[in-house]
């Protein structure tokens, strides 16, 4: 018998340790990344009744389901990058399962974004939350509590303009610092995607995906109720479906934090 998985046992049934959804509703008003063209668009969610206690199922529910697999709270995949399609283990049926849980640290810039809705985290500012909280440890989480989720119509979380979408995101030179340096499991966030708004005209273009991914590392994105955690101490399950060759998927992220 493990004392620390009793001692998690006791804790979750004694309310010293909180179960924290990190999940976004998966749903037909789901929002969904809007490429400019020639990039094809994925579609986001529909849901068609296969039976409902009726000829086609007199005692049965259930649906059929259809998305693309970057659709609300998800999982990027090595593979879904250009830079992560020759490494080994890069689908969602292939990383190996330690990979999907990792302690979480978790960067609050709410502030810095309500001023500046294209707000980058440098790495100074990166830094400057390591001397406050300590390094981010290898194999963990980071997590960068914008606000973001907070926008709830699609246009307010898109938040497109006519020189293209404007949310928050990391530096290049952070998400450099993040995969080599500091080697974590990946980065999640509040927006439809890990990069910024405007990380298309970035060089290189999309720095987060092309570094992240390119590393092996993973992406979280739609992510929300990261103010509900603490800086450092919480543990973040996220486990993508296991699809054969895919690229990512919709998961259910949970965190065990501090009650
Ligand atoms: C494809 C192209 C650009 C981006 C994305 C996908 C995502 O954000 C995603 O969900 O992986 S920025
Ligand atoms: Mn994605």
């Known amino acids: 018998m493990s004392d620390a998985l009793s001692n998690l046992i006791g804790a979750l049934a004694g309310g010293s340790v909180r179960v924290v959804d990190l999940t976004q509703p998966l749903g037909e008003s789901t929002p969904v990344i ?5 990039f094809a668009p ?10 409902r206690y ?27 990058w250009i830079t992560g399609k020759d490494l ?43 001397r406050e909280h300590g390094q981010i440890p290898a194999c963990s989480w980071v997590l960068l509590c914008t606000g973001w989720s907070e926008r709830e119509s699609s246009e307010e979380f898109l938040n497109i303009a006519a020189d293209g979408p ?24 509040e927006t439809v995607g890990t990069d910024a708004g405007q990380a298309g005209g970035f060089d290189p273009p999309f720095p987060t995906h092309t570094i992240m991914q390119g ?25 993508p479906l296991k699809v054969v060759g895919g690229s990512g998927s919709p998961l259910r ?7």
Not at 222 to 234: E, R, V
């Open 34 to 38: 809007d490429l400019p063209p020639p």
């Open 88 to 130: 080994a283990d890069n689908t969602t049926d292939t990383i190996p399962v330690e990979r999907f849980v990792g302690p979480a640290c978790v960067i609050d810039v709410r502030e810095q974004v309500a001023a500046d809705a294209d707000f980058l985290l440098t790495p100074g500012a990166l830094e400057a939350w390591e």
């Open 215 to 239: 590393s092996g590392k993973f992406g979280l994105a739609s992510l929300c109720n990261l103010d509900q955690l603490p800086p450092t101490g919480a543990l973040v399950v996220a486990a």
């Open 166 to 189: 404007h949310s928050p995101g990391f530096h290049v030179d952070t998400v450099r610092l993040l995969a080599d340096a500091r080697d974590v499991l990946g980065v999640g966030v």
């Open 54 to 80: 009726d000829e086609g199922g007199p005692a049965w529910y259930w649906n059929t389901l259809r998305f693309g697999e970057h659709t609300g709270t998800h999982f990027d995949a090595p593979v879904h």
């Open 42 to 51: 994925s579609p986001g969610v529909s849901m068609e009744t296969i039976s």
């Open 253 to 259: 992220v949970l965190a065990l934090a501090p009650a």
